[in-house]
């Protein structure tokens, strides 16, 4: 439907999107049908912007290109949802990013406000969206990371790497983000 309505609304349309703005998890999708001149993001990389810190996020997808076989990732998740099927952060996430760096890896999934004061055993630490909370609890957890030396990044700026999408996903927040 996604791509006939987008088709069908042309270039210079009036009915042709401003921008599209995705679930992280159908960036590959939603990519392949939306042409690159129709600006393309996510949910979880606009909460990124709005509550966290772009730059912060950005540069925490660098320690996917060198994490070693039996690092272990915290995949930080500020609801306390019950998880059910393949669930994003217990199961997606995780075998995204085996499969995306044939490493062994190990992953700490914490939920609602359990969050570790020591970060240093992880070799990143992957953060959900923060639909649920304000920013000053993100920015909070950021700074922590920050100031331990750990790498942090969210779902959607992770899976917009993994999806090979990064650069396009951003692009729509690059004058707010500077």
Known sequence: ELEGAIKGAGPGSPLTPQLVVTDSQAFEYVASVVPEEIPLTSFSILFARHKGDLAQYREGLSAVDTLKDGDTLLIAELC??????????????????????????????????????????????????????NGKLIR?????????????????????????VPDRAEKPLAKAAR
């Open 80 to 133: 306390s949802h019950r998880p059910i099927g393949e669930d994003i952060g217990r199961v997606k996430i995780p075998r995204w990013l085996r499969e995306s760096t044939g490493k062994t890896l190990h992953f700490d999934v914490r939920g609602g406000r359990d969050f570790p004061e020591d970060l240093t055993p992880y070799a990143l630490i992957v953060q959900c969206g923060g639909c649920m909370v």
């Open 140 to 164: 909070r957890r950021m700074a922590q990371a920050e100031s331990q030396g750990v790498p942090v990044t969210n779902y959607g700026m992770l899976i917009s790497k993994l999806t090979g």
